[in-house]
């Protein structure tokens, strides 16, 4: 089974502090996401990366960062947490075949709630 | 424009009440559509792709169909232990995934 494990379940954090997400998977996914979720908006992308190094803006990169050093973990940067930044935030992974175009599913880790005061 | 609904948003139901959730969508070039489930305070989990038209896939008391418009995820004889939010989610391209908003249901013993 996949499993994608994100480091807190729970943050609590100061508006202009610097935060880090940290995600790690342990199937070999080139690919890692991180959405956040919040009522009544349903899923967005923030940002995807396909390997090292490599990442895409998604919906809303605006005021996010992200780091990807080793295939298995993919990190979420506040450069300066604001309120408006409270969420749950998720990472998920899946594999992308060039043969036949599709994406495996996405896998998802427990979450993060973030929690900016 | 590419979109995903989900109807209802929310459904409650008695113990043993079957019934059906519904995705429809607007994607062009679909590429797969994924269903999942979602308990409060966690990630989703998914539980099953479907690629083509006419295709179903079973788990439990759950069955999922497709059509080249919508899906539908078949709840038959619900416990209160499935009881969730259910997701549908299409891939639309290289990593592109477009989610539904969700159906909230609740199964009353």
């Known amino acids: 089974d996949v499993k994608v494990t994100q480091s807190s379940r729970y943050l609590v954090k100061r508006t202009g502090e610097k935060v880090f997400l940290e995600c790690v998977q342990d199937?070999?996914?080139?690919?890692m996401f991180w959405y956040r979720q919040d009522p009544g908006l349903g899923l967005r992308l923030i940002y995807f990366s396909y390997d090292v190094k490599m990442k895409e803006k998604g919906d809303i990169p605006e005021g996010y960062s992200v780091s990807r050093e080793k295939k298995e973990r993919f990190s979420l940067i506040l450069e300066s947490a604001s309120t408006n930044q409270t969420s749950m935030y998720l990472c998920?992974?899946?594999?992308?075949?060039?043969?036949?175009?599709?994406?495996?599913?996405?896998?998802f880790g427990n979450g993060t709630r973030l929690t900016v005061t | 424009e590419d979109q995903v609904t989900q109807s209802p948003e929310a459904l409650r139901l008695q113990e043993g009440e079957s019934s059906s959730l519904n995705c429809s969508y607007t994607v062009s070039g679909l590429r797969g559509l994924f269903w999942y489930r979602q308990d409060p305070g966690k990630g989703p989990e998914f539980l099953f792709t479907l690629y083509s038209a006419g295709e179903e896939k079973e788990k439990e008391r759950l069955k999922a169909t497709l059509t080249k418009k919508e899906s539908f995820l078949h709840i038959t004889a619900p416990k209160p232990e499935d009881s969730a939010t259910y997701l549908c989610?299409?891939?639309?391209?290289?990593?592109?995934?477009?989610f539904g908003s969700g159906t909230k249901l609740n199964v009353k013993p």
């Open positions: 989610a299409v891939q639309a391209g290289f990593n592109k995934f477009y």
């Open positions: 998920a992974s899946s594999l992308y075949s060039t043969g036949t175009l599709y994406n495996s599913p996405l896998h």
């Open positions: 199937m070999d996914h080139e690919n």
